[in-house]
DNA sequence: ATGGGAACATTGTTACACAATGTGCCACGC
DNA sequence: GCGTGGCACATTGTGTAACAATGTTCCCAT
């Protein structure tokens, strides 16, 4: 067929295609990290050119959820104790200057726009908990976070904040914290009242005991 | 000759090589923004395959200082006015936090050997300004606030400033905002000192005033 | 038991080709 | 003369096949 003009812009190229649903896999938890990535077992699985996975494997190595070493290979990322709390030290600097930033626009408090869609995330939450579904539970609690970083409308922290999300979700795919059913929801709502009070505080307070917790779960797994 | 064992580790790759060169050259100005990358004229230039050359422009595009567009090509990236604001807050956010873990690791003031470091960083600035190199003068400059970021010792934090300093190199290599002959060591000393005594404050005031002067001078350029 | 080296697995790169897409230009119709 | 459709062309995305380069594993000799 001859080329000719489109209606519509075409679909992601093959490379992304495959670099998103290797993607949703590795954050559903399987591979699990550290499973290694071999090139020709992806490219003969989805029936691409070991380009075209090279290609996709360097979009995820980027985003950091896979670990390519020249001459070695590709693996599924893991995540030690400092690799966490220095993940957790960048995730405070992306939401506490988003807060501000919201305070600065809305220094009388965030009006019903501001608020809606954070709370409607959290209702996400409180369903997801309900369901008892971790996987499920982990990506409304991202959507939380996601909403409340959105809110402060500056494209470049939420894009940041956005590839950490996507780090941590890898990580919560294979640690479970202790949480009473509902527990999480109820925390995120409180969370959300004391970041319009406190800000940077509240920010800096969850995520040290989001970290605690998240240490605590992956201590219990190693033993 | 048949594979042994090796008592160093191997270069880069070819692709990372010409990513780096690549790299150089683009934060030099030349290519300016805005220039296409054809990936046959690489190739051919480089005397590397089309493959290779995808490689580094992949990872320049992972970078922000070329835009990829699938079946258009990568350009040596520009900002808009926008986009620079959104960089500045992202840049804010890091620069921030990386001054508030410094402040919680040394509540009593920076100890010389945090200081060192970031003093040597203005007296290379010193130096760049005095041989009137603009491009000199432009790395020195990010290398006052890679110092002050690095002194956080969160390697997160510091990884995400450097390539949004990149970003910035490649702004300034177009851009040529006013200054008097080391008015910019003058205000760099002036920063520290109020970065240990304000905090979060010093940074988004500098910033602020950082990127007004962009703004001006790029108006300047397009009138 | 240990270490050197060969074999093997895997990755990085090359050459060449073709499919797919976007752009520009030309011709035709009004 | 102008606008639009379509074709040609340039460029990118992907594929095949091969080989160079590197790291790992295993075997054999000491």
Chains 1, 2 share one sequence.
Not at 18 to 39: H, Q, W
Not at 111 to 127: K, Q, T
Not at 211 to 219: D, N, Q, S, Y
Request: charge should be negative; charged fraction near 25%; glycine fraction near 6%.
């Amino acid at each position: 067929m001859s080329p000719r003009r489109r209606d519509s812009t075409p679909g992601p190229t093959a490379a992304a295609a495959l670099a998103e649903s290797l993607r949703e896999r590795i954050l559903e938890g399987d591979p699990a990290p550290g499973t290694a990535l071999r090139e020709e077992e992806l490219a003969q699985a989805h029936d691409l050119s070991r380009h075209t996975v090279r290609a996709a494997l360097a979009m995820l190595g980027a985003e950091r959820l896979v670990e390519v070493v020249p001459y070695r290979g590709a693996r599924v990322a893991t995540l030690d104790d400092a690799a966490l709390i220095a993940l957790q030290q960048l995730r405070a600097a992306l939401e506490t200057e988003a807060v501000r930033l919201l305070g600065d626009t809305h220094p009388s408090g965030w009006p019903i726009e501001v608020r809606a869609p954070i709370d409607a995330a959290i209702d996400a939450l409180a369903s997801a908990e309900g369901s008892a579904d971790w996987s499920a539970t982990t990506r409304a609690h991202a959507g939380v976070h996601r909403a409340i970083v959105a809110a402060a409308d500056s494209p470049r922290i939420a894009e940041a904040h956005a590839h950490l999300e996507a780090e941590i979700l890898l990580l919560l795919a294979q640690v479970r914290p202790d949480y009473p059913s509902g527990g999480l929801t109820a925390e995120h709502r409180s969370y959300v009242d004391a970041l319009g009070r406190e800000g940077g505080a509240a920010v800096r307070e969850h995520l040290a005991h989001s970290t605690a917790l998240i240490r605590a779960a992956r201590a219990k797994n190693t033993n």
